[in-house]
């Protein structure tokens, strides 16, 4: 049957011989004949190998297992275990007068056994480790092991005859008997605590005498003595002297010997000392010994087997966590393994030197990984430049090191950087006022040099809109500098490749025209040209660059009085605020002297809490969040409004252009700007008094805005975003019935009083006067309220009178809020609050809910 199934030319052919020897084989079990049984079984556990059906089998094992013969029982023996499995219940041969049969028994049960045979057969199989013969007991003691798996609970029957296996002089009994005791110390710490007391000095010593042992042919594998059993008892002993010095202390001596004596010439001799320094680096050690198990490891990475070199540094990662230092000693042979050739122990060097760069290391290191990134694959530069980009953000010593090594990244492999880390780049830049002209001049170079990597094109685009005037009159050079010579027609010329290079993606094209806006006012010389290059674009078939190069020919053309304060040069972007939105991810370098801008109350930065838990109510309904917006257009213009006029409103939550221009500016959304487009879904009161803004460029008129952009109560407030501002003033009308005020919040520290008044003929709309008054003798500075109301509520938050809240109640700040119940007379109002501040430097946050307003509001 071997025979022809082998001689098999196609899979066709192979399943016709099985299907004929299985009905052949059916055949006989059908007409029960007995001398040819053990063969027909033999042929199906062969069909089995196969990956063919042989479930009508089963029965025929069992028959040959209750046969009197040896052989047939054998037979019956190897089918149970191949094509049975635990869920049959047999009938196992553990008490048979035959050695030979218990031995077959053992086997069958080691590998079916289910967890009633388990506890079934415990006390025989614990009686078979006493047995006279050694075979026996090596199959007893492998049964044990899958009985203990299976049964934890056995674990302390087996630890006393576990123990005396250990005694062994029998190579065989003995590893059978460390594994077992291996496994009863992982499943039970009653185990590990006796194995600990009476048995650690015995492997020392059976350890010793294998290490010292002359030549045994028996055992010896390439020159060493019984190496599978070194390596057991290595494994035995780091369970023991985990986390036990006297344990530990116990086998130092012996441990050194075989880290100091085993030859690393052969794979045998490298099994055991792989073992021995896992064993080394677990137990608790003064550090000598550590130091030698991390220069065994420092070997393994010169060894010519690649394998070894993996497995060495494998072992080195988790060595690093121990000492570090005895781990840097080897910092040139693992640098020299990032350049492999194996894939594998590339990556897994590079993870290494991630872990192993600190403060003092971090300039060589990095520009042993630059030097790399310029001639690694392509496949693996992804991986190599975002260990370098984080390694220079984590442990810069100084911002110009930080831009240099950032700008030899992007220039080998600007397209596998991330956005985040060109990002925190153009931060960086913004905050190292002092190299503004160097890092303009650096890019400019970069960026004449290559136009291919996005990145590089992008900060350096940038960078010539902000800073193309100090590009021209070499504004700040250094010594370590070349001199250059720029014209504007060159800066000009270097943003319209970028503008026009095919490969660039639209973000970088659209970065690129921001830029070119920019230099017309940079360089009012070019002015005509940027003009041109900018209506060319006007054709584009990108609706983005179509839509922005009106925007900006528009402003060029209508608008020259605002020009130069939209262009004007970009504030100081807050570092700490992008750090906080990357929430860690990305450690930021630390800036000296930068002082936030104290931003008035209403736009300040979202509190560390998430919002979901200011929005956490009782109440069923979904909840509607809002806070005091800021005129951030006002801000970007630099135009000021007259602090008489009313207040608007709140702006209505921005889009996804508007989240990116305050990104750029570093101002946040007390509340939800970072929130995704399902949370404008709760905001039912947003549109209230809210002045709906004209298109840019006069192409649309008030008919065509949508119809939830205005509101009745100012569709008289249309204005042009970029000829005139006009304050929306709120008329309110005498107060209707009076109602007593309410302490709506107290703590040790602040309190908030809540008046209110109605508008006669307005009953679902409540005006309430908050007052805030500070009970700490500390003032509070960039103090900030935020609301949330239930759907059925709808919240109109106006700016605060201050952000700074005087000490010890000597000033309050006011605040007025608007909120129409529209299940007046069915429901109450419920209000969740978070107020936010400084105090000592010290950010602060209070919440609550507000429960006790007046029933009838």
Known sequence: MIRAIRACKTAAEERAVVRKECAAIRAAINENDQDYRHRNLAKLMFIHMLGYPTHFGQMECLKLIASAGFPEKRIGYLGLMLLLDERQEVLIDLNHSNQYIVGLALCALGNISSAEMA??????????????????????????????????????????????????????????????????????????????????????????????????????????????????????????????????????????????????????????????????????????????????????????????????????????????????????????????????????????????????????????????LEVSDQEFKGDITAKICSLVEKFSPEKIWYIDQMLKVLTEAGNFVKDEVWHALIVVISNASELHGYTVRALYRAFQASTEQESLVRVAVWCIGEYGDMLVNNVGMLDIEEPITVTESDAVDAVEVAIKHHRLDLTTKAMALISLFKLSSRFPACLERIKDIIVQNKRSLVLELQQRSIEFNCILQKHQNIRSALVERMPVLDESTLSGRKGGSLPTVPTSGITPCNLPNGVAEPAAAPIGDLLDLSSDDVHASISPGGDFLKDLLSIDLSPASAPSGTSQPPKAGTNVLLDLLSIGLPALAESSSSALDILPSIQDNEAPLANLNGLASSSS???????????????????????????????????????????????????????????????????????????????????????????????????????SGNGSITQSLKVTNTQHGKKSLVMRIRIAYKTNDKDELEEGQINNFPHDL
Do not use: W
């Open 119 to 372: 506890r079934d057969l415990a006390p025989d199989v614990e009686r078979l480790l006493q047995f006279r013969d050694p075979n026996i007991r090596k199959k007893a003691a492998l049964c044990s092991i899958r009985i203990i798996k299976k049964v934890p609970d056995l674990a302390e029957n087996f630890m006393y005859p576990a123990s005396s296996l250990l005694k062994e002089k029998h190579h065989g009994v003995l590893i059978t008997g460390v594994q077992l005791c291996t496994d009863l110390c992982k499943v039970s710490s009653e185990a590990l605590e006796y194995f600990r007391e009476n048995c650690i000095e015995g492997l020392v010593r059976t350890l010793r005498e294998i290490a010292n042992s002359p030549y045994s042919p028996e055992y010896d594998v390439a020159g060493i003595t019984d190496p599978f059993l070194h390596v057991r008892l290595l494994k035995l002993l780091r369970l023991l002297g985990e986390g036990d010095v006297d344990a530990s202390d116990c086998m130092t001596d012996i441990l050194a010997q075989v880290a100091s004596r085993t030859e690393s010439n052969k794979n045998a001799g490298n099994a055991i000392l792989y073992e021995c320094v896992e064993t080394i680096m677990s137990i608790e050690d003064n550090g000598g010994l550590r130091v030698l198990a991390i220069n065994i490891l420092g070997r393994f990475l010169s060894n010519r087997d690649n394998n070894i070199r993996y497995v060495g540094l494998n072992m080195l990662m988790k060595a690093i966590v121990v000492d570090a230092k005895a781990v840097q000693r080897h910092r040139a042979t693992i640098l020299e393994c990032v350049k492999d050739s194996d894939a594998s122990i590339q990556k897994r060097a590079l993870e290494l030197v991630y872990l192993l760069v600190n403060e003092s290391n971090v300039k060589p290191l990095t520009k042993e990984l630059i030097e790399f």
């Open 705 to 807: 805005l949508p119809a939830n952009a205005t509101s009745p109560a100012s569709s008289g407030g249309m204005m042009d975003l970029l000829d005139a501002f006009g304050p929306i003033p709120q008329n309110h009308e005498e107060n209707g019935p009076a109602y007593p005020s309410i302490v709506a919040y107290e703590s040790s520290s602040l309190r908030i009083t809540f008046d209110f008044s109605k508008q006669p003929g307005s009953p679902q709309t409540t005006f309430i006067q908050a007052t805030f008054t500070n009970l700490s003798p500390n003032v509070y500075n960039e103090f900030l309220f935020q609301a949330a109301v239930p759907k059925f509520l709808q919240l109109h938050l106006d700016p605060a009178s201050s952000n700074i809240l005087p000490a």
